[in-house]
């Protein structure tokens, strides 16, 4: 994933930001006891969110406690796992595996390929617990990599393509919430395309490489133009939030997508810090 999907954590209620990072940390233990130690390099906070958000819906048994590790060798960190963790510790190996062999096929990196290699076992194992799930990533990525290729400019065409790989991944099981998770995974990944080729337009222009908004380089405007997109896009995937029957951490969550996501945005393009929420939907 791009790293976006991360809470404002300056405007957290101190409890809040407590449960925020202990689940943080319960992924990363997750992510040790599936596929072992050097998974936890892979841990990144977008999962967290979907850990949150399914743990509001299913409401899992969680086990909780406090430990040191490697990344807190100095003390021990509260955390809070459950069967979502474990869940969302899958779907970042098959996120963080198949990211490592595109960046491979389109940049030749070896450092890509060497990731690759080390996380291959743990992603054969997560295609035998998820294949719709994993095949649908693959799928997502090789659609993006043909587009890619093409040098289309086409934002909606190469967005829809994360969508669909999102839409799969926010579906945990099967049941009467599955419709509405695709719809919110959808609008998400769509909205997380969008925002990752917007903040790296330039870089991706002065390095050659493909963005969909590459005709857009250098135009004074594209703050509000970016923004207008974004704000349609999150707008969707709100709307479909406000739909599931949620409890637990709800103001954790709209942190996450109504100001925490909009953070380096507004710092690229507004000089501002994520405190004001100017683009929040």
Same mark, same amino acid.
């Given at each position: +994933?791009?790293?976006?999907?991360?809470?404002?954590?300056?405007? @957290?209620?101190?409890?809040?930001?407590?449960?925020?990072?202990?689940?943080?940390?319960?992924?990363?233990?997750?992510?040790?006891?599936?596929?072992?130690?050097?998974?936890?390099?892979? *841990? #990144?906070?977008?999962?967290?969110? @979907?850990? *949150?958000?399914? /743990?509001?819906?299913? $409401?899992?048994?969680?086990?909780?406690? $406090?430990?040191?590790?490697?990344?807190?060798?100095?003390?021990? $960190?509260?955390?809070? %796992?459950?069967?979502?963790? =474990?869940?969302?510790?899958?779907? #970042?190996?098959?996120?963080?595996?198949?990211?490592?062999?595109?960046?491979?096929?389109? =940049?030749?990196?070896?450092?890509?390929?060497?990731?690759?290699?080390?996380?291959?076992?743990?992603?054969?194992?997560?295609?035998?617990?998820?294949?719709?799930?994993?095949?649908?990533?693959?799928?997502?990525?090789?659609?993006?990599?043909?587009?890619? /290729?093409?040098?289309?400019? =086409?934002?909606?065409?190469?967005?829809?393509?994360?969508?669909?790989? +999102?839409?799969?991944?926010?579906?945990?099981?099967?049941?009467?919430?599955?419709?509405?998770?695709?719809?919110? &995974? =959808?609008?998400?990944?769509?909205?997380?395309?969008?925002?990752?080729?917007? %903040?790296?337009?330039?870089?991706?222009?002065?390095?050659?490489?493909?963005?969909?908004?590459?005709?857009?380089?250098?135009?004074?405007? #594209?703050?509000?133009?970016?923004?207008?997109?974004?704000? +349609?896009?999150?707008?969707?995937?709100?709307?479909?939030?406000?739909? @599931?029957?949620?409890?637990?951490?709800?103001? *954790?969550?709209?942190?996450?997508?109504?100001?925490?996501?909009?953070?380096?945005? #507004?710092?690229?393009?507004?000089?501002?810090? /994520?405190?004001? &929420?100017? &683009? /929040?939907?």
């Amino acid at each position: +994933m791009f790293g976006y999907l991360i809470a404002a954590s300056n405007v @957290l209620e101190e409890p809040e930001l407590r449960r925020y990072k202990a689940v943080y940390c319960g992924l990363c233990r997750s992510l040790k006891r599936c596929f072992g130690q050097s998974a936890r390099l892979t *841990l #990144n906070y977008d999962m967290t969110f @979907l850990v *949150l958000l399914l /743990s509001s819906l299913y $409401e899992p048994k969680e086990e909780s406690g $406090e430990s040191g590790c490697m990344r807190h060798p100095l003390g021990s $960190e509260r955390f809070v %796992m459950s069967e979502a963790s =474990d869940y969302a510790a899958n779907m #970042n190996i098959a996120l963080a595996y198949l990211k490592c062999l595109d960046d491979w096929k389109d =940049d030749k990196s070896l450092i890509a390929l060497a990731e690759a290699k080390t996380l291959r076992a743990g992603y054969d194992a997560v295609k035998g617990r998820f294949p719709r799930q994993c095949e649908a990533i693959e799928k997502a990525l090789d659609e993006l990599s043909a587009i890619e /290729s093409e040098g289309r400019e =086409d934002p909606d065409a190469a967005a829809a393509c994360f969508g669909a790989m +999102m839409r799969e991944v926010f579906v945990w099981r099967e049941d009467r919430w599955s419709g509405t998770l695709r719809h919110m &995974g =959808d609008a998400l990944g769509r909205f997380l395309y969008l925002l990752d080729a917007a %903040m790296d337009l330039d870089e991706d222009v002065r390095r050659g490489r493909y963005n969909p908004f590459a005709g857009l380089a250098g135009r004074e405007e #594209n703050g509000e133009r970016f923004r207008d997109i974004l704000r +349609m896009q999150l707008g969707e995937c709100v709307y479909w939030y406000d739909r @599931l029957p949620l409890v637990a951490d709800t103001g *954790l969550m709209k942190n996450i997508l109504c100001v925490g996501l909009w953070s380096a945005f #507004n710092q690229k393009y507004n000089g501002e810090g /994520s405190e004001n &929420g100017s &683009g /929040s939907v």
